[in-house]
């Protein structure tokens, strides 16, 4: 692959980034107040319960998890939504910039802004609240690498979602990851759920994630072989949602939609 | 190859609305051939056709003999465009844009073709400025010089000097003239001012309702279908198409 178009959709959002700070809020800012919000609570409830109950690791670890993929997904939308803004489709598209080298862009952008929201949370969560993040090692990297994955999937599944129904379904990208998390089992077991919550939510690679972050917190062993399960689904899903982007692009393509623009020749 | 660009029966329907009817031309090195007809002729269809933005429902596409249908990258990697509805992103400055579309369109020596560019279009004044907040004229002025950015030999102008004041427009038609005839280059252009095509075209083809009417020298066109001017002929493909459709 042909890697300076890439470049060039990369190079677009550090652009955007250096000549607009309030572009870095939502990097960090949203997901550090976050930590300072659920690192009170978690010390609060720390306060009120048994002694030997530490709330740091379950409640703020897994906030941190959940907001790293929050970002992830929110990452990749909000770069290509700066293009439906900036209304930059048709000197995009009618470029030599391939599908495959758009979405390669969105995705290596995001890499770098979710890192450094990563980083943010996890000095914050650290520093001011002892969460023992690094404690365990390598043993995290399936975990992010699953949630980082799960995000891009949703990332791109929205963004195809604004190509195809217009600007103003922007509406449906923000509150995904909200949708997802009562399913997701995020702050308790999956097995609180009711018996069709429950299935739905291991459909969600995100389940697989937190279920073993519980079982390692409790000192159990690593699930390995329910997290490959959880790799499999979030790569599956990588690849869906790839698919339907391209369909929906192509779509564009054949009724219009790409030269035309607009919440109201869209939707 | 003698042409950069050669169209073959393209077709392009909305529905059951025929926007573009299987039309087949070609423009050879060293041409500028002018795109005319009333609003909803075919013209932007066609332009965003070839641009690949668009797809046909039938028909060919080929920029230097590359078929855009099946290399597309290769065969948008020698055109370029600018069109007044395609303004480049606000929110970058004009260097930036450049850097980026430069590197969209895989330009060596970058930064001694943007230097060249700013230099061409006078746009030193504004290379750290926003292209957001530069007027509309200025705006054309980047565009067009995005447009050239990749040294294109297919040049796709969709109304290239709508906003710019006739100083200004003369200088850009001088300035893409020179451009057509010094390369390898191609152009296609539309507009609605008459005066401008029959000034910078060596060739026009009149479109209306997706379909070719007329083609031939913008200068003699006019008397051979027994009309004064180019502006008049303008009027009468649009008015009456039927009589003067190509047999």
């Known amino acids: ?267 | 190859m003698k042409n950069v660009l050669s169209i073959k029966d393209l077709r392009k329907a909305y529905g059951g609305k025929v926007a573009v009817d299987r039309i087949s031309f070609e423009v050879g090195r060293n041409e500028i051939v002018g795109l005319l007809g009333p609003n909803g002729a075919g013209k932007t269809t066609t332009i965003s056709m070839i641009l690949g933005v668009l797809r046909p429902d039938s028909g060919s596409i080929l920029i230097e003999g590359t078929d855009s249908a099946t290399h597309r990258a290769q065969a948008l990697g020698r055109t370029n465009f600018a069109a007044v509805y395609a303004p480049l992103p606000g929110n970058l400055t004009v260097e930036q844009n450049f850097r980026v579309f430069g590197h969209l369109y895989g330009v060596r020596g970058l930064s001694e073709r943007i230097d060249a560019a700013i230099r061409e279009f006078d746009l030193e004044k504004f290379r750290k400025v926003k292209c957001g907040v530069l007027s509309s004229g200025e705006q054309t002025r980047v565009a067009l010089a995005k447009a050239m950015l990749n040294q294109p030999h297919l040049l796709l102008l969709d109304e290239p000097t709508a906003s710019l004041d006739p100083a200004a427009a003369g200088e850009i038609r001088a300035r893409i003239r020179d451009f057509a005839l010094s390369g390898k280059v191609g152009v296609v252009w539309t507009s609605h001012n008459m005066y401008e095509i029959q000034e910078v075209c060596d060739r026009v083809l009149f479109l209306s309702r997706g379909r070719i009417l007329l083609e031939g020298d913008p200068k003699t066109l006019p008397a051979d279908h027994g009309k004064e001017t180019l502006e008049e002929l303008f009027i009468a493909v649009a008015r009456e198409p039927l009589t003067l459709e190509r047999s």
């Open chain 1, 1 to 267: 692959m042909y890697f300076r178009p890439v470049i060039a959709v990369v190079l677009r959002y550090f652009y955007l980034l250096r000549g607009t700070p309030a572009r870095w809020m939502p990097i960090f800012a949203w997901v550090a107040i976050d930590i300072v919000l659920w690192g009170f609570i978690s010390k609060y409830l720390n306060s009120v319960t048994a002694a030997h109950l530490n709330f740091v690791p379950t409640l703020l670890g897994a906030v941190l998890l959940f907001d790293f993929f929050t970002r992830v997904m929110h990452g990749v939308a909000g770069v290509f939504l700066e293009d439906v803004w900036s209304r930059s489709f048709l000197n995009l598209f009618a470029s030599p910039l391939t599908i495959s080298q758009y979405l390669l862009g969105l995705v290596f952008t995001t890499t770098v802004t979710s890192l450094i929201g990563l980083t943010v949370m996890i000095v914050l969560a650290t520093v001011a609240f002892g969460l023992s993040f690094f404690a365990y090692g390598l043993t995290l990297v399936p975990f992010l690498l699953i949630l980082f994955l799960f995000g891009i999937s949703l990332g791109i599944c929205t963004a195809a979602m604004v190509l195809r129904l217009g600007p103003s379904a922007e509406w449906f990208v923000w509150p995904v990851p909200a949708i997802v998390s009562p399913f997701a089992g995020v702050f308790y077991p999956l097995s609180t759920l009711p018996q069709w919550m429950q299935f739905i939510g291991k459909l969600f690679p995100l389940s697989y994630v937190f279920e073993g972050l519980r079982t390692i917190i409790s000192g159990g062993a690593v699930p390995a072989v329910s997290l490959l399960w959880g790799g499999c689904l979030a790569v599956a899903y990588v690849l869906l949602a790839c698919w339907f982007f391209t369909r929906v692009y192509r779509g564009a393509m054949r009724t219009g939609i790409l030269v035309r623009y607009t919440a109201e020749s869209v939707s």
